[in-house]
Nanobody, 121 residues
Framework: QVQLVESGGGLVQPGGSLRLSCAAS????????MGWYRQAPGKQRELVAV???????NYADSVKGRFTISRANAKNTVYLEMNSLKPEDTAVYYC????WGTGSGRYLRYWGQGTQVTVSS
């Protein structure tokens, strides 16, 4: 099985910055994509940013120019650098990966437990 562990959430003032990290572990044969979704209270989960192997990156329009996603392939880790944060960025941020775990026979989507990001003065 594949496990994802996230870190880096917290409370920040508008205009501030946070960096989220997510490490995938377990018996991983291959990773096709890693990225972040978020879900605000009363809203659907939405894509924030994703890296699709080898190096295709996509961002939600609402975060372009403010957020940067990166990946350390050797560590199966993905990062989300968030700058110029706004109150509307407040949400639970979930890491995900499309990974081929040893013995699974195909790519499956795995999710982290979520980390709270709150932007407030």
């Amino acid at each position: 099985q594949v496990q994802l562990v996230e870190s880096g959430g917290g409370l920040v003032q508008p205009g501030g910055s946070l960096r989220l990290s997510c490490a995938a572990s377990g018996s991983i044969f291959s990773i096709k994509a890693m990225g972040w979704y978020r879900q605000a209270p009363g809203k659907q989960r939405e894509l924030v940013a994703v890296i699709t192997s080898p190096d295709t990156i996509n961002y939600a329009d609402s975060v372009k120019g403010r957020f940067t996603i990166s990946r350390a392939n050797a560590k199966n880790t993905v990062y989300l650098e968030m700058n110029s944060l706004k109150p509307e960025d407040t949400a639970v941020y979930y890491c995900h990966t499309d990974a081929w775990g040893t013995g699974s026979g195909r790519y499956l989507r795995y999710w982290g437990q979520g980390t709270q990001v709150t932007v407030s003065s």
